[in-house]
């Protein structure tokens, strides 16, 4: 299936030279969305995930149904102010400025093996920084799996040697 013809692709959003890879369209595709959820599970099925962790917020959308489909809880990482219990933040630096995640202290125990899923890994920030929290509490990253990969923003080089796995990349 080629994906590349599900996604839009918006010039000038959210901001004047940046083309954004909309998924969307292909979230309203039923066999799209199957396929890249069944592509995004087959690496995983054997590999005993405890946890699938999605990164606010469209990594929740693959995230979740991606834990169902591997028979492993569901951990959301989310912005500050976003979670109610007792969380840890990890603070990371973007273009101009920084920004922070958040996950509850007590949603990964130590040793659980954790796939982190996102829409799209560009600069690599949010990956990092939530690798960095699964640490911090211990959890043993398996990989992390992406729908799109921004190869020219070299993202990949931020996640320290973990596995990536994605399944379009664009320059």
Known sequence: MDLKTKIREVPD????????????????DPASSRYVIDQLSLPYLEQGIDKVIGIE??????????????????VPVRKPGKLPAERIEERYN???GSDALCIHKDAILPGERVLVVDDLLATGGTMAATAKLIQRL????????CVIELTGLKGREKLNGHTVFSLLTYD
């Open 13 to 28: 959003f959210p901001k004047p030279g940046i083309l954004f890879y909309d998924i969307t369209t292909l979230l309203a």
């Open 57 to 74: 917020s469209r990594g929740f959308i693959f995230g979740a149904i991606l834990a169902e489909r591997l028979n492993a809880g569901f």
């Open 94 to 96: 973007l273009e101009y």
């Open 138 to 145: 211990k959890g043993e990253i398996i990989a992390m799996a």
